[in-house]
């Protein structure tokens, strides 16, 4: 079988709709776009958004809740993936090099999951008390910057 021998199903396809061409056509006159008004004149594009004056859904639904403006994002790393770095210091930079957070300039904080084998030193911008137990087991240090 090739591509240029295939053809469609009868009756998948439909002819196009070949509109103003007269009054027998069915689509003659103002080619089925109704009489007046912008969706009649060519070039009119309604907003996605538009709901033909209906009220829109952003003002149906009910607003709920508040944005704390006082909120802190932190990066989180586990333990685990500090440990398969392989590497006796750990800082921001390092991290940011290594894929595990987007940017070293933004907080970073350490938590405890997984398991700590090697001597490491971090610095980091927080620690959970998990986290630190662990570095510390280890024989390591943990560093708030």
Not at 21 to 40: F, I, M, P, T, V
Not at 98 to 127: C, H, Q, W, Y
Request: positive net charge.
């Amino acid at each position: 079988m090739k591509l240029d021998s295939l053809t469609p199903v009868p009756g998948s396809t439909k002819n196009r709709k070949r509109v103003g061409r007269g009054h027998g056509s069915g689509l003659g006159k103002s080619a089925g776009r109704g009489d007046k008004g912008a969706q009649q004149r060519s070039g009119f594009k309604r907003r996605p958004w538009f709901e033909g004056g209906q009220m829109a859904l952003a003002r149906r639904l009910p607003r709920r809740g508040f944005t704390n403006i006082f909120r802190k994002e932190s990066q989180i790393v586990n333990l685990e993936a500090i440990e398969s770095l392989g590497l006796d210091t750990v800082d921001a930079q390092i991290l940011a090099d290594n894929g595990l957070v987007r940017s070293a300039l933004k907080p970073i904080k350490i938590l405890g999951d997984g398991e700590l084998k090697s001597k490491v030193t971090i610095t980091a911008s927080a620690f959970s008390a998990s986290a630190i137990e662990q570095i510390e087991k280890a024989g390591g240090t943990a560093t708030v910057q």
